[in-house]
């Protein structure tokens, strides 16, 4: 299982994205092995809003559709933030933000992460690795 990260969906959706081709060869890597991708609600908030202003309605409305038949084909789990995880995550903001500029939505994410002991995520953001986590690709 691997984490995606809002930076990876974005960077597979947005053929402008510096990132993009990279992202394209490892989302195929993946699917191709069969590893199981998770994601947040508070990961898929923060993909819409930016997909919508950098992409456009019809891309954000199509990728929410590509999600639903990864979801629906057992390779994409999303799961949701409780108010437990919310709590949690809030404590890490607090005490990593202190020499760090890390969004809520990636100390959720290292909250989840840690639940479910995943220690790998599919991410352009070098927060995770600060958080200790291994990025990939």
Request: net charge negative; with cysteine; proline share 1%.
């Given at each position: 299982m691997i984490?995606?990260?809002?930076?990876?969906?974005?960077?597979?959706?947005?053929?402008?994205d510096t990132?993009?081709?990279?992202?394209?060869?490892?989302?195929?890597?993946?699917?191709?092995?069969?590893?199981?991708?998770?994601?947040?609600?508070?990961?898929?908030?923060?993909?819409?809003?930016?997909?919508?202003?950098?992409?456009?309605?019809?891309?954000?409305?199509?990728?929410?559709?590509?999600?639903?038949?990864?979801?629906?084909?057992?390779?994409?789990?999303?799961?949701?933030?409780?108010?437990?995880?919310?709590?949690?995550?809030?404590?890490?903001?607090?005490?990593?933000?202190?020499?760090?500029?890390?969004?809520?939505?990636?100390?959720?994410s290292k909250?989840?992460?840690?639940?479910?002991?995943?220690?790998?995520?599919?991410?352009?953001?070098?927060?995770?690795?600060?958080?200790?986590?291994?990025?990939?690709?």
């Amino acid at each position: 299982m691997i984490f995606v990260d809002t930076s990876a969906w974005i960077a597979i959706e947005d053929k402008r994205d510096t990132n993009h081709d990279k992202a394209l060869r490892f989302k195929n890597e993946l699917i191709t092995s069969r590893i199981r991708l998770i994601t947040t609600n508070y990961i898929l908030d923060e993909t819409y809003t930016l997909m919508l202003m950098d992409v456009g309605y019809t891309k954000t409305i199509d990728f929410k559709y590509k999600l639903d038949q990864f979801i629906h084909n057992n390779l994409l789990i999303l799961y949701y933030i409780t108010p437990e995880i919310e709590q949690i995550a809030w404590e890490v903001f607090e005490h990593f933000n202190k020499d760090k500029t890390c969004s809520f939505t990636d100390c959720t994410s290292k909250v989840v992460m840690e639940k479910l002991g995943i220690f790998e995520v599919f991410a352009f953001d070098r927060h995770f690795e600060q958080m200790r986590f291994s990025r990939k690709p």
